[in-house]
């Protein structure tokens, strides 16, 4: 199985940012431009790039749309989310040059909706973002930006869409998320035995090589990487070589 390494861009107000655990309270700004980051990126070697509009991802719109169209311009495949809600922002992510679309909030929400995106554009462009939270023993679903939390859990959701032909699941396991205390193993360990029609993309938390590395042998397909490369804890091309 192939496995991906993927840098990650979170856009606010069309700027580089990382938040700690989704608190929109907690940012960090890294960058004015994020097209100049990504073009770095391509050139250390990334074959994909992740893009989050966080703006859109708590109002529903795509609000750096712009943006997201100006680095798809540059050449780099691209899979980005944050607001989509319905068909035509989904149209509107693939006619900015988006290969493929996350989606989040509305995977949770409206599973029947997605189930007919998979049938109509494939599986191989769309990621299912099933961010989750351990809550009372059990992998909770926030939703809206991780501002709210729905009644599905990550148990009941991720094996039906795997029975609806899904490819790409992306998960990060919230608590960690921005906070370099390493991937949660357990979950993705978890994961590739429950679903392992899934290509499991892990996010949330790496802080060495080693992460990488475990994270690999937990199972996942794929890393996401953010706040370790921005605050240049490793290189890009060293964690590619993993």
């Known amino acids: 199985m192939n496995f991906s390494v993927i840098p990650a861009i979170d856009l606010r107000e069309g700027q580089v940012v990382r938040l700690k655990q989704g608190d929109y309270a ?11 980051l990504a ?30 169209r100006a680095i798809a311009a540059d050449g780099m ?28 909030s509305v995977a949770i929400r409206d599973p029947d909706k997605v189930a007919r995106w998979l049938e109509i554009h494939g599986a191989d462009r769309l990621v299912l973002a099933l961010d989750t939270r351990r809550v009372d023993g059990r992998w909770s679903l926030p939703s809206a930006g991780w501002t709210e939390t729905e009644a599905r859990t990550l148990d009941e959701l ?25 991937f949660n193993l357990a979950l993705y360990r978890h994961l590739a035995g429950s679903v392992p029609a899934l290509a499991v993309q892990a996010s949330g938390g790496v802080r060495s090589l ?9 199972g996942a397909a794929g890393v996401i990487l953010g706040r370790a490369l921005l605050e240049g804890r490793f290189t890009l091309a060293e964690a590619l070589a993993c």
Do not use: K
């Open 26 to 36: 907690q940012q960090t700004t890294y960058a004015s431009d994020p097209r100049e």
């Open 39 to 68: 073009a770095g990126y391509a050139a250390a070697g990334a074959r994909w790039l992740h893009l989050v509009d966080l703006d859109g991802a708590r109002s529903g719109r795509l609000d750096n749309l712009a943006v997201i």
């Open 77 to 104: 495949a691209i899979q980005a989310g944050g607001g989509v809600r319905d068909e035509d922002d989904l149209r509107r992510l693939f006619d900015a040059g988006v290969q493929r679309v996350v989606l989040g």
């Open 158 to 182: 991720a094996p039906w869409y795997a029975d609806c032909g899904a490819r790409h699941l992306l998960c990060t396991d919230i608590e960690r998320d921005g906070m370099l205390a390493g």
């Open 210 to 218: 080693e992460d990488i590395r475990a994270a690999r042998e937990a």
